[in-house]
């Protein structure tokens, strides 16, 4: 079965500094995609980035990217200058193959202070 | 861009009331997923639709129902409402063919006294 595990339920970093979030994953599928999804207080989630098992390449967007180390079955987010507003939970999740729905680890909570 | 729709944002019921929650994809997005957020918790996953059709079926209890309508929106009905049910339901669209792109709705958060 897959498993996503986050270890850090809480981080702190400073304003322009940058962060790295962990997320490990537990799976004997060579094909799936794994994704970081931000949950504000105010509760909606909202996609940040995805990494294919098989794109070669670490995924970015903006100011996120993606580590992807497939042998330590690792995709930590990476944020680089940190904003007030990246203050929110974080949560990896994994895609299922086959079936296209997503597992999610418990959540790593980053607080940016000024 | 347009997003994920649903309605309404909050909801509350009594014990043993039941409850529709509703769901409107991003426009040619034909998968539609609902999962479920307790308190302090990770999003489940409940159930998903393809082409109106149920795909797959995960942690859903026997008391909920969905649908995906022609027009693809979809509905999570919800009998015999129970305290452990209060959470935030979530709805999320994607195509079929680009299923890396998973999109949320920003929640229904129902409370159940």
């Known amino acids: 079965a897959q498993k996503i595990t986050q270890t850090q339920p809480g981080m702190f970093v400073q304003e322009k500094e940058a962060v790295t979030l962990d997320c490990t994953y537990d799976t004997s599928d060579q094909s799936y995609g794994l994704f970081w999804y931000k949950q504000p207080s105010s509760g909606e989630m909202i996609f940040l980035i995805y990494q294919g098992s098989y794109d070669e390449q670490n995924a970015t967007e903006g100011r996120y990217s993606l580590n992807f180390q497939k042998a330590r079955k690792s995709a930590n987010l990476v944020i680089s200058a940190s904003q007030l507003g990246d203050s929110a939970m974080y949560f990896c999740?994994?895609?299922?193959?086959?079936?296209?729905?997503?597992?999610f680890g418990k959540g790593t909570m980053l607080l940016v202070s000024p | 861009a347009a997003g994920v729709i649903q309605s309404p944002r909050h909801l509350i019921k009594e014990k043993r009331e039941t409850a529709t929650l509703k769901c409107y994809p991003i426009?040619?997005?034909?998968?539609v997923y609902w999962y479920q957020q307790g308190p302090g918790q990770d999003p489940q996953f409940l159930i998903s639709?393809?082409?109106?059709?149920?795909?797959d079926k995960g942690s859903i209890p026997d008391r909920f129902s969905a649908q995906q309508f022609s027009d693809y929106h979809s509905e999570l009905n919800m009998s015999s409402l129970e305290l452990g049910d209060s959470a935030l339901y979530f709805c999320?669209?994607?195509?079929?063919?680009?299923?890396?792109?998973?999109?949320f709705g920003p929640g229904t958060r129902l409370t159940v006294t």
């Open positions: 426009p040619r997005h034909d998968t």
């Open positions: 999740a994994m895609e299922w193959p086959g079936y296209s729905t997503l597992t």
């Open positions: 999320a669209s994607s195509r079929r063919d680009r299923d890396y792109e998973q999109y």
């Open positions: 639709f393809y082409e109106k059709m149920q795909s």
